[in-house]
């Protein structure tokens, strides 16, 4: 598929975590953008714009041309921390302190999924980030070659960690998914993880320690969601999550850490250290009252940061831009500082922080040879209007109903309210209630 | 225009602040709704089904007949604080603490606005409350007969107050606009109020007190949003806001505050005592660092509350899904308690809570004989499946992206992302534009 996009204002990425706004085009090649700049007459790339990038090389055939009619090219928003198939259980048990959510909701209910449901719930969850123009997850749950399928089997883009505890999984199983999701498909990929220090025994963390190395990966777990984890782990050990984590060899090769609320200060030199990321999921956290992360801190001290949903059972939605207006203010009420972590930050931590944090570098912003993971936004509607400052509009007023269009890998797979997954909704939804409805 | 809704779930209030949900019809004459109930073959009112309601009247022709399709019909959000015509300030100075924002950027570039400005500006901020299924607002702006008179012309209910200050207005044109608003339109009408203590001297409030006691009219101001604004009003008078507002008559007829964020031990006695409502605005209060309003405490001690975006300069939006989740989520973590105030809490507020907040009895919510101000949700999207529950779904998932029809007064103004109020969106883009652009 080759796509001319015209008549668009074109967000490209400048220096210093600041985007710029073009106009012109931009043509995606099979999966890669293969030019951006000003218009030309003729659209076969036969024209001046073209030379350099197409110089020598044959006219493109395009599949398809796109009039953009002055409304926004992005890339794609990155959901740097998900667990998509939980899908099943939004709005099922709310309203309760994350341990007991955990314990008694989520646990029970999650032994009864069978691999079948698993993909049919990550079908759900994927329709609903190409809704909110995410072109990517970062997801650990159950089963990483099925949650993978069901992105390679939709188009869209996965990153995929183990969620590897006490109660489940093993070191060995881990290094099986991870060729298994590398090898699947130029969409899928996997990293090393696993889910917390608090259910997880010393022992397979040190596994889990040691496969890293040997694979030369990167380490991601939930680290310091709630004071209790944080309170707890130092009993335990005498040190926090991250310096523990640290202290076992995990982060040879980076990494980071998903929620990071209660990081103290030896964590952020560890941060540092190690060039780790840390996510925030600052709809999960305020919902299970976990508390605010402290992204100023993050921002000032110069770690990397990214944004991510968390699952659907704890948000319940999975929308970025809701989390980058409530990573952006819950940052300012925290501090106080209504002038703290400007919106160009939070935007860049959406979608090229999230890239970096998931190795996904050629994904991270629109520029020649990145791939094609890209969304339209409608500027035409009254949120958007007037157009003082696009960015800012896109951080504080922008909604799920201003993405016209996703595409993933030069493929789109969201236009006009329409899913072209090759899956009809109906049958996803139906799928859904009847997996929650079994477990009742 | 007489409407009927068919195969619909709809959403009634029950007793307690909670909603239930029944499947059927939903029938509209004029501006009223006249049935709800089960569906019947014949639509044309004969049948047994509109006993009692329809007995021994004529049969009703329909103008339209619209299938549901097992979405929802819920009742319309009230938006119960904004400063609606401040859309040309949207992402024009954001990032600054309330006092500078208000003084340095917003007072200076309102100085500029004409009456002509508003109006159009007016009507950027109705269409879009439209797409967030918002069917009247509670509005505070400079000239209200103008603001009054953009909600009459595109068919959107608006309650007016007065944003009367020592910088402009006095109690005598507030007594003027009074009369000509509550008999412009059935849809307009206008309550007592002002702006701030910390704006307003102590004889420009007794006049409002006397005016509020002469027409039996509640009052209404912005109450306790910044920690500075009470720690100053009880440096000059010795008593926080609530308690000189109180302390000088203003609440013989009731009335509340907006923010109502610093809120002292003797407030909640005040607000309990006169019967006044809280309007919380949790976007606005995180953007501008200002704090976390107690919505616990006032909902534990039986206080109304009701729920508003404040204006689109300091929010930037105008979108009650995402103060519902802010409303909710931010008691949660301002409590450290995840099980506090309930999901069925939060939708009454946003919809019976502010619709009592702005004496609009009739509007409160879908039963017979109510004002047709109703909304249209899709359900059939995957951020609203599975159907766990309905309630849920709308406050911690819900978006503008479900909006698939918003009736006031009878009359759809926006349906399938248009509009129907009779200008053309791209005009007043144009004139929003042109407004800012004029200013620089």
New interface residues.
């Given amino acids: 598929m080759n796509t001319r996009f015209y008549n668009a204002k074109i967000l490209t990425l400048a220096d210093d975590h600041k985007f710029a706004i073009t106009e012109g085009e931009l043509w995606v090649k099979g999966d890669t953008i293969c030019y951006i700049g000003r218009a030309e007459e003729d659209a076969f790339a036969g024209g001046a714009a073209a030379e350099g990038v197409m110089a020598g090389s044959e006219p493109i055939i395009w599949d398809r041309e796109i009039d953009v009619r002055g409304n926004l090219l992005m890339p794609g928003f990155k959901n740097a921390h998900t667990h998509t198939a939980m899908?099943?259980?939004?709005?099922?048990a709310?309203?309760?302190?994350?341990q007991d959510?955990l314990y008694q909701q989520v646990f029970p209910k999650e032994g009864q999924l069978t691999e079948d449901d698993v993909y049919w719930l990550n079908i759900?969850?994927i329709?609903?980030y190409l809704?909110s123009g995410i072109t990517s997850n970062f997801d650990m749950y159950f089963f990483p070659p099925v949650d993978a399928k069901a992105s390679a089997d939709t188009g869209f883009r996965t990153v995929q960690t183990s969620g590897l505890n006490n109660f489940g999984g093993t070191v060995e199983l881990m290094e099986e998914n991870y060729h298994i999701v590398n090898e699947m498909s130029d969409l899928t990929s996997f990293i090393i993880g696993f889910h917390a220090e608090y259910t997880t025994s010393k022992e397979l963390m040190e596994g889990v320690a040691g496969l890293a190395q040997k694979l030369k990966s990167p380490v991601w777990l939930h680290n310091s969601e709630t004071k209790s984890e944080v309170a707890e782990c130092k009993e335990r050990w005498g040190m926090t999550p991250t310096q523990l984590t640290d202290s076992l060899g995990m982060y040879e090769y980076g990494g980071g850490g998903y929620h990071c609320v209660w990081v103290e200060e030896p964590d952020f030199e560890i941060f540092k250290k190690r060039k780790l990321t840390a996510v925030t999921n600052p709809?999960s956290?305020?919902?299970?009252?976990?508390?605010?992360c402290p992204t100023k801190r993050f921002v000032d001290e110069g770690i990397s940061m990214a944004i991510g949903t968390d699952g659907?059972a704890s948000?319940?939605?999975?929308?970025m831009f809701?989390e980058m207006?409530l990573t952006?203010?819950?940052a300012?009420?925290r501090?106080?500082?209504?002038?703290?972590v400007?919106?160009d930050e939070i935007l860049y931590m959406a979608t090229a922080g999230g890239a970096h944090a998931m190795q996904l570098d050629d994904c991270d912003s629109l520029a020649v040879g990145k791939k094609a993971d890209l969304i339209m936004i409608d500027l035409?509607?009254?949120?958007m209007?007037?157009?003082?400052?696009i960015v800012?509009?896109l951080v504080?007023?922008?909604?799920?109903?201003n993405v016209k269009l996703t595409m993933v890998n030069g493929r789109v797979l969201y236009e006009d309210n329409r899913f072209e997954i090759g899956f009809d909704?109906?049958e996803?939804?139906a799928h859904?209630?009847r997996?929650?409805r079994r477990m009742q």
Avoid: H
Avoid at 380 to 383: A, E, K, L, R
Avoid at 385 to 389: G, M, S, V, Y
């Fill in positions: 899908t099943f259980l939004r709005s099922y709310d309203d309760l302190p994350l959510w759900l969850g329709m609903e809704t709809a956290n305020l919902k299970l009252a976990s508390g605010i659907p948000n319940n939605c999975l929308d809701r207006f952006s203010t819950l300012k009420v501090e106080m500082d209504a002038e703290c400007s919106a035409q509607q009254p949120n209007q007037p157009e003082n400052n800012k509009n504080y007023s922008g909604s799920k109903q909704p109906k996803i939804y859904a209630n997996i929650i």
